[in-house]
């Protein structure tokens, strides 16, 4: 059974979210908050497989991630968001974001972000479509594709 924390801060799209995992028969919620002030604590006691972030991606919260990757944590780590601005989606990348959906593209998308993140790859989706995409060890990705566009505080 997959394990999962949630951090978001507004209450009503926490909410969603636990309804969506309770749907799902292998994956556990182990913690939630609606702040990121300790969360490397309770990802360090928890041991989650995923932490499903609802993030603005400000300078704060991209250090958040980038320590999560440096501590070695085995959380992976899903960030939605309600910007799809590609530099801010670089960004989160390149701190070690595993998954990356917009907030509005809703449950289905976050359900396959999980899925995907669980099995291993990277899942990115900021548009309508997602396409698959092969990382350098062969296996898929998902990526979503846009073809209009140009090719810590927390412990």
Known sequence: MATIYLL???????????????????LQLVGESAQAAGIIHHLERLQPDLLIA????????LEMIREITARRLK???????????EQLIKRA?????????????????????????????????????TEEFHDGDGSKSSIGYDPAQKASPYH
């Open 93 to 129: 990348l390149d701190h070690g974001v595993a998954g990356f959906v917009l907030k509005e593209h809703g449950g289905s998308a976050v359900s396959a972000a999980i899925r995907s993140v669980l099995a291993g790859r990277i899942y990115i989706q900021f548009t309508e479509r």
């Open 54 to 61: 609802g993030l603005t991606m400000d300078a704060l919260e």
């Open 8 to 26: 978001e801060a507004h209450h009503r799209a926490r909410d969603g979210l636990k309804i969506l995992l309770e749907t799902e028969s292998d």
């Open 75 to 85: 959380t992976r780590v899903i960030v939605l968001s309600l910007s799809a601005d």
